[in-house]
């Protein structure tokens, strides 16, 4: 009788290890996963809602984490922060008739050299005409260059996540027109950050 191949469980062989948020939230252990012995699991991304990590205000789950894994290290996975995005239902019903939304869509680069892209938006309390528009995105383009190029990108996290960067945008706009809200809609990080470390590793 030919023997039979006995099949290895692959979900037994995972470990678990937890997941920490970054230095810049906290180092707070925001979720728990099984991963691969092989390191596969480095660049793996998860998702958590700002509420996981600072239980105080219910408008936290309004904005979503992409927190992406750099390290594994004793059934501790540390993290860097992937992208800030907040939800797309929510921001759409504040959008209100009798007033505008202008939008400003930039690529930055921080002062430690991390390459951002900033998706924000303005809402304004009564509506506006193209040419206001266009002045109000050239204030907020010029903002956003002076302040994130002078941060550190635990320093922009930090700002975006505390509404400093956001506040200091919305002072500006409203020597141009009154602002009713200032919201940041994305944060994408677009360094690839896996192979920046490998190679600082390698040096």
Request: glycine residues 2%.
């Amino acid at each position: 009788m030919p023997k039979v191949a006995k099949v290895k469980d692959k979900w037994k062989a995972k470990e678990w290890v937890d997941v920490f948020a970054p230095e810049s939230l906290g180092n707070i252990n925001v979720a728990r996963i099984p991963v691969n012995e092989d390191g596969s699991s480095v660049g793996r991304v998860v998702p958590v809602s700002l509420y996981n990590i600072f239980n105080e205000n219910p408008e936290y789950n309004n904005i979503k984490l992409m927190l992406q894994i750099v390290k594994v290290d004793s059934q501790r996975a540390n993290t860097i922060i992937k992208s800030i995005e907040y939800a797309r239902e929510v921001y759409r019903s504040m959008i209100r008739r009798g007033s505008s939304l202008v939008e400003w869509i930039g690529t930055y680069n921080t002062n430690d050299s991390y390459k951002v892209r900033l998706h924000i938006a303005v809402f304004t309390t009564e509506r506006i005409n193209w040419s206001k528009m266009r002045a109000v995105r050239l204030v907020m383009e010029k903002s956003l260059s002076e302040m994130v190029t002078n941060m550190t990108y635990d320093q922009l996290i930090n700002s975006l996540l505390t509404n400093k960067l956001l506040d200091e945008v919305s002072e500006k706009v409203k020597k141009l027109h009154p602002v009713k809200n200032t919201l940041l809609v994305k944060m994408k990080l677009l360094t690839p950050v896996i192979k920046r470390m490998a190679e600082a590793t390698a040096q």
